[in-house]
């Protein structure tokens, strides 16, 4: 019995270190080289709609694995890599592209930054601005009113 004691939290931490090594791998076979290139330039082409900022090749996300499923299935059939993009931009929207077209749409996504700047260069530009005005309508301290503070100060005090 006292065996068994000491055997049972070994075994219980060798299944519990065991448990990673079920985890599955995606493997797929291709029939052509073209095939295969066209699948790897399509999952690292198109974002992963969960993860932020990554492309469905390196996620493990489960949509990834679906989309890198559906992907594999449409280049299998034959479909070109034009065809492939266009059936997941109809259904998840022009988000799921690195690189989404220019169109209306999208205007904001390519000019968002350049407006970003323009507006972060127009506050610097008018701070600036005002500081130099401020500094030009100070008026420099004349010593006879300085000499008249001193003796207003001394008077107080006496």
Same mark, same amino acid.
């Given at each position: 019995?006292?065996? #068994?004691? *000491?055997?049972?939290?070994?075994?219980?931490?060798?299944?519990?270190?065991?448990?990673?090594?079920?985890?599955?791998?995606?493997?797929?076979?291709?029939?052509?080289?073209?095939?295969?290139?066209?699948?790897?330039?399509?999952?690292?082409?198109?974002?992963?709609?969960?993860?932020?900022?990554?492309?469905?090749?390196?996620?493990?996300?489960?949509?990834?694995?679906?989309?890198?499923?559906?992907? *594999?299935?449409?280049?299998?059939?034959?479909?070109?890599?034009?065809?492939?993009?266009?059936?997941?931009?109809?259904?998840?929207?022009?988000?799921?592209?690195?690189?989404?077209?220019?169109?209306?749409?999208?205007? #904001?996504?390519?000019?968002?930054?350049?407006? #970003?700047?323009?507006?972060? #260069?127009?506050?610097?530009?008018?701070?600036?601005?005002?500081?130099?005005?401020?500094?030009?309508?100070?008026?420099?301290?004349?010593?006879?009113?300085?000499?008249?503070?001193?003796?207003?100060?001394?008077?107080?005090?006496?």
């Amino acid at each position: 019995m006292r065996k #068994f004691a *000491y055997q049972l939290p070994l075994t219980l931490l060798l299944i519990v270190l065991t448990v990673p090594l079920l985890a599955g791998i995606e493997t797929y076979t291709f029939e052509t080289p073209e095939q295969e290139r066209i699948y790897k330039k399509l999952t690292e082409e198109l974002r992963c709609l969960v993860c932020q900022n990554q492309n469905i090749a390196g996620s493990n996300a489960e949509l990834a694995q679906d989309l890198r499923k559906k992907a *594999y299935e449409q280049v299998k059939q034959g479909k070109s890599e034009d065809e492939v993009v266009n059936w997941m931009v109809d259904r998840y929207g022009d988000f799921v592209l690195y690189r989404p077209p220019v169109k209306a749409t999208t205007l #904001f996504l390519w000019t968002g930054p350049l407006i #970003f700047l323009l507006i972060a #260069f127009v506050v610097l530009w008018r701070i600036g601005r005002t500081r130099r005005k401020q500094t030009s309508e100070a008026q420099p301290v004349d010593e006879q009113s300085l000499e008249q503070a001193r003796q207003m100060l001394e008077n107080k005090e006496s």
